[in-house]
Every structure is written in C-alpha cells, then in structure tokens.
C-alpha cells in the first residue's frame, strides 16, 4: 500500500509541475509584450528591408535580413526553419526554361540508343461551344454577380449608420480602433524620406496627406518633397512592442458590447437578404 501511495504521489508532483510550467507560459504569454524592428536602407541603387518580430528576448524570432530573401523562424539565435521555402522552390522551377525537359528527351533518347523524338506542332483544336441549358445557367450566374452591387445596399447601409443606436455604436468602434492604432504605433522611428511624383501638384497633396500623420513630426524625422522629378527614397528604422493582453481584452470589450452586436446582426441579415 505504500508503494502505491508512493507512487500517487510522485505522479501528482510530476503533474503539479507540468500544470506549474503550463500556467507560468501562459502568464508569460499574456504579460511579455513581442517587440518587432522594421529598417529598409539604399545600397547600390537597391532599396534593401529587414524586419524581425521577438519574444522573450529573442528566444523566439521571426527574421528576415537583408542579406537574404527568405524568412526563417530561430529559437535562442538558432534557425529552425525557412517559412519561405515552398515560395522559393515555385519560383524556381518557373525560371527553368522551356527547352530543358526537350534536351531531358534527347538525352534519354541518345543513351537508349533510338533517335530523338521529332517535333510536332498539332494543328489547335477548336472547341464548340455547348449550347442549351449549360449557356444559360452561365448567363444567370453572370447576371447574378453582376447584380452584388445595388443603390439599395448603399442606402440601407446608409440607413442603418443613420439611426441613433447605432451612432453610439459605431461611435464606440471608432473611439476603439484609434485606441488600438495608438497602441499598435511604434514608439521610436528615425530616418529620411524623400518622395517625389514628378508633378508638383500632386507631390504637395502627397504631402499634405502625410503631414496629417503625427510620425511626420517626431524628433529624427526628415520628410523632403522633390518637385522637379520623379524619385522615391526612403532610410531608417522604426522599433515598438505589442502585448498580447491587449488585444484579448479589446476582442472581449468588443464582444461584450450590446449595441455592437445588435448592428453586427442587422449588418448580417441584410446580407442574408441581398445573398437571397
């Protein structure tokens, strides 16, 4: 009996300390924010990017460097795996050329001792096109989809912001998503942009649009327009960290909103209607 409750008792501390560990990560989890870093530099006339999202002091990070093209996952500065491989290998194969599976042929051909296969050109195939029910039910989905745009959406949209509950609502969002913006800024940017269109009009509306942007002002900033030509460059670094604590809590304020969920179900059924 006491082996027994020897034994119960090693695998009650074995998962106490698992369930211990389990809890510690979450906390870390909520609490740690992710710190993410994005610089782009010119070199040579190439305008070169990197970016990195980490956690916990880098013992987890997404990088990608100048240097390479590919994003590669690292653990404690180790890389683990390139998330961008598979992208890789496609384009590859579409930079073979064309000819290379004919000189494939040749090769097999010579080795087995036969001659190589000519060449064929079939004359094409013209297709008939089916006629009957088949066309028709093309021309009514096609109708169909061409119908997804109507002025009564728009004005019943237009009605539905229109009304008082959904004001507050829609005003309660808005107060939200600019929180959510100011949150997700980064705190440090630096660098040089110069931007010009090549038209002087539309490089000082460029401009006036950016300059309603609170970056446009910070300390180590330098915005240039260029009104003669058409250029575009761009140096510098910005840095800034998220919490993921955050944003679970803004999902459960927006969640926990009545008037929210009243309009995000009107907002359903008149699309159920218009699907209809």
């Known amino acids: 009996m006491s082996i027994v409750l020897a034994i119960l008792k090693w695998i009650g501390i074995a998962l106490g300390g698992i369930l211990g560990l389990l809890l510690f990560a979450l906390i870390l989890f909520f609490l740690v924010p992710v710190r993410y870093y994005a610089a782009c530099e010119k070199r040579e006339g190439k305008m070169l990017y990197s970016f990195r999202f980490s956690w916990l002091l880098r013992l987890l990070s997404l990088e990608k460097r100048n240097a390479s093209s590919s994003l590669q996952l690292y653990v404690l500065g180790i890389p683990i795996k390139n998330l961008s491989e598979g992208k890789e290998k496609k384009e590859e194969k579409k930079k073979k050329p064309e000819g290379e599976e004919e000189k494939k042929e040749e090769k097999t051909a010579k080795s087995s001792g036969g001659e190589p296969p000519e060449k064929t050109t079939a004359p094409p195939k013209r297709r008939r096109k089916p006629e009957g029910k088949g066309t028709e039910k093309k021309n009514i989905g096609r109708r169909k989809k061409k119908k997804r745009f109507s002025f009564g959406k728009v004005s019943s949209i237009i009605s539905i912001v229109r009304e008082a509950e959904n004001k507050a609502a829609l005003q309660r969002l808005k107060k939200e998503i600019v929180g959510c913006i100011r949150y997700l800024a980064p705190q440090r940017i630096r660098g040089r942009l110069l931007i010009g269109t090549g038209d002087p009009a539309s490089t000082g509306l460029l401009f006036g649009g950016i300059s309603l942007f609170p970056f446009a002002?910070?300390?180590?900033?330098?915005?240039?327009?260029?009104?003669?030509?058409?250029?575009?460059?761009?140096?510098?670094?910005?840095?800034?960290?998220?919490?993921?604590?955050?944003?679970?809590?803004?999902?459960?304020?927006?969640?926990?909103?009545?008037?929210?969920?009243?309009?995000?179900?009107?907002?359903?059924?008149?699309?159920?209607k218009e699907a209809a």
């Open 217 to 272: 002002y910070q300390k180590g900033v330098q915005i240039s327009p260029d009104f003669d030509e058409k250029v575009f460059e761009a140096e510098g670094y910005i840095k800034g960290r998220v919490r993921m604590l955050y944003l679970i809590r803004l999902f459960i304020r927006l969640y926990r909103d009545r008037e929210l969920r009243m309009l995000w179900n009107t907002m359903n059924q008149m699309n159920e």
